[in-house]
C-alpha cells in the first residue's frame, strides 16, 4: 500500500501541551526553540504543562506555508491558554487530527477551534474514537472510567468530521492519517487493564482507533508524529514506513506509552526497535515516562531532543 504524500521543504512542530515544562532550560538551538511567554519584556506568563498532548503543527513546500492542529490536551482550556501564551496565530487552521479517543488528547477541542475562529473545520479520526464506556480496571470492584469523543462534543465544537479507518491524506497530501495501524511485533500489546463495553459484555480495549500522522520532508526523510502509540511506536513507524514507501525516518515524535510497571519490560525492545529503523531525531513526549524517556536518551543519544510543552520542534 503506498499512499500519494508530497515532499515538503519543512515542518514546524510547536507542543501546545505536554507534561513538562522548564521556563529556564536555556538549550534552544537551531533545531530546538524553547519557550520564552514574555510580557512587555517580563516573564509575566508561564506555560501549563498537563497531562496531555496537543501540537499546531505548520508545513511549508514551495514556499507555502499550511497549518493544522494534531490533538487538543487534557484540560479544556490548557492548550489555548499556552497559545495565547506564546502568541501563536491558530487563524490559519486548515485542518484538525485526533490522534484517539482519549480525553488527555481531545478535552480542549472547543477551546482550540473557538481560537482558530472557523466553522466546519474537517477534524479526521478513526470510527473507534467513539466508543464507551472505556475505563480501567484496577480490581473487579473499581473501574476508572476514560471520556472518550462523543457526536455532541464535536457537533458543539462545530467541526465537520471525518471518520476512517484506511490512510487518509490531508492538506492536499502534504501529509497523512495513517488511520488503523496493524500490531505486528511481539511485545507492543497495548494496555492489559483496559477495556470497555459493547452489547452489555466487557472485552479487552485493544485501542484500533489508536494512530499518528506522517509528512515526507525532500532529502531528508519522514516526520513520524504519534498521540500516545497504544498501537506501538515501532509498529506505528513501520506502517508509516509502508503507507508511504518511503523508509528513511527523519523524526519521531509524541507520546510512546512506556509508562508504569506494565511496560517495564517493553522498554527496552522498543528502544531496541528504535534503533533498527534509526531516525535522524527521537523525541519521546507526553505518556512515554521518565525511565522509558531516560533509556532512550542513554541509548540514543545523538538522536535524542527532550519536548517540553511550548517547545518548537524544526525539522526541515
Excluded at 501549563?48 to 513546500?61: L, V
Amino acid at each position: 500500500m503506498n499512499a500519494q504524500l508530497n515532499q515538503v521543504e519543512k515542518v514546524v512542530v510547536t507542543t501546545l501541551q505536554d507534561n513538562y515544562i522548564d521556563l529556564v532550560a536555556q538549550d534552544s538551538n537551531e533545531i530546538v526553540q524553547r519557550a520564552m511567554p514574555l510580557k512587555r519584556d517580563e516573564f509575566r506568563k508561564s506555560i501549563r504543562a498537563e497531562h496531555g498532548f496537543s501540537t499546531w503543527i505548520t508545513i511549508t513546500k514551495k514556499g507555502t506555508a499550511r497549518h493544522m492542529l494534531f490533538d487538543f490536551g487534557f484540560s479544556e482550556d490548557g492548550a489555548a491558554l499556552n497559545a495565547k501564551a506564546l502568541n501563536a496565530d491558530l487563524s490559519q487552521v486548515e485542518v484538525l487530527v485526533l490522534s484517539h479517543g482519549h480525553v488527555d488528547h481531545l478535552g480542549g477541542l472547543e477551546s482550540l477551534v473557538a481560537a482558530v475562529g472557523k466553522k466546519d473545520l474537517d477534524l479526521v479520526v478513526h470510527p473507534g474514537v467513539f466508543v464507551k464506556p472505556r475505563y480501567r480496571k484496577i480490581t473487579e470492584e473499581l473501574r476508572v472510567i476514560v471520556p472518550s469523543l462523543s457526536r455532541e462534543k464535536s457537533n458543539k465544537a462545530g467541526v465537520n468530521l471525518v471518520e476512517t479507518r484506511e490512510p487518509y491524506p490531508f492538506l492536499d497530501g502534504d501529509g497523512i492519517f495513517l488511520g488503523e495501524i496493524p500490531r505486528l511485533t511481539d511485545f507492543e500489546k497495548g494496555m492489559p487493564d483496559m477495556f470497555y463495553e459493547a452489547e452489555g459484555k466487557e472485552k479487552q480495549d485493544p485501542f484500533h482507533d489508536d494512530s499518528g500522522i506522517v509528512f515526507n520532508i525532500r532529502d531528508k526523510g519522514l516526520v513520524i508524529i504519534s498521540g500516545c502509540a497504544h498501537a506501538g511506536i515501532v509498529n506505528t513507524i513501520k506502517y508509516a514506513q509502508h503507507v508511504t514507501g518511503v523508509t528513511d525516518v527523519w523524526a519521531v515524535m509524541g507520546g510512546f506509552h512506556l509508562s508504569g510497571a506494565d511496560f517495564e519490560g517493553v522498554i527496552s525492545p522498543t528502544t531496541s526497535g528504535l534503533k533498527e529503523i534509526d531516525p535522524h531525531y527521537i523525541i519521546p513526549a507526553h505518556c512515554t515516562g521518565r525511565d522509558a524517556v531516560m533509556h532512550i536518551e542513554r541509548e540514543m543519544p545523538d538522536a535524542f531532543l527532550l519536548n517540553m510543552a511550548g517547545t518548537k520542534m524544526t525539522f526541515a
